[in-house]
Nanobody, 123 residues
Framework: QLPLVESGGGLVQPGGSLTLSCAASGFTLNDFAVGWFRQAPGKEREAVSCISRSGGITNHIHSIKARFTISRDNAKNTVYLQMDGLTPEDTGTYYC????????????????WGKGTLVTVSS
């Protein structure tokens, strides 16, 4: 099994919702800060949200702070991203990644990345 697997992406109409999952295998995800990132076609990958080992949340894109919610289920060894009020600008491949530390998710210092799950917001 891959150590980090994203799921839950798909096609959704503007204004719709999706819940993305990041499931870990072979290690305890709660031992690290975990971040969600996204990359639109032709654009650089950007940080979306980070949840620390203790559950602290950092949102990196102001326009989505009220629409996306990151959370952790330690029993399931899974981190989620609840996405509401989706817009076409949210389209892209969403990646989950494990940080090198337990409190922040700097893109350059993420130790392990999943393969991503595609989110397409279109009417």
């Amino acid at each position: 099994q891959l150590p980090l697997v994203e799921s839950g992406g798909g096609l959704v109409q503007p204004g719709g919702s999706l819940t993305l999952s990041c499931a870990a295998s072979g290690f305890t995800l709660n031992d690290f800060a975990v971040g969600w990132f996204r990359q639109a076609p032709g654009k650089e990958r950007e940080a979306v949200s980070c949840i620390s080992r203790s559950g602290g949340i950092t949102n990196h894109i102001h326009s989505i702070k009220a629409r996306f919610t990151i959370s952790r289920d330690n029993a399931k060894n899974t981190v989620y991203l609840q996405m509401d009020g989706l817009t076409p600008e949210d389209t892209g491949t969403y990646y989950c990644a494990r940080s090198l530390n337990n409190w922040q998710c700097p893109k350059a210092n993420m130790a392990l990345w999943g393969k991503g799950t595609l989110v397409t917001v279109s009417s």
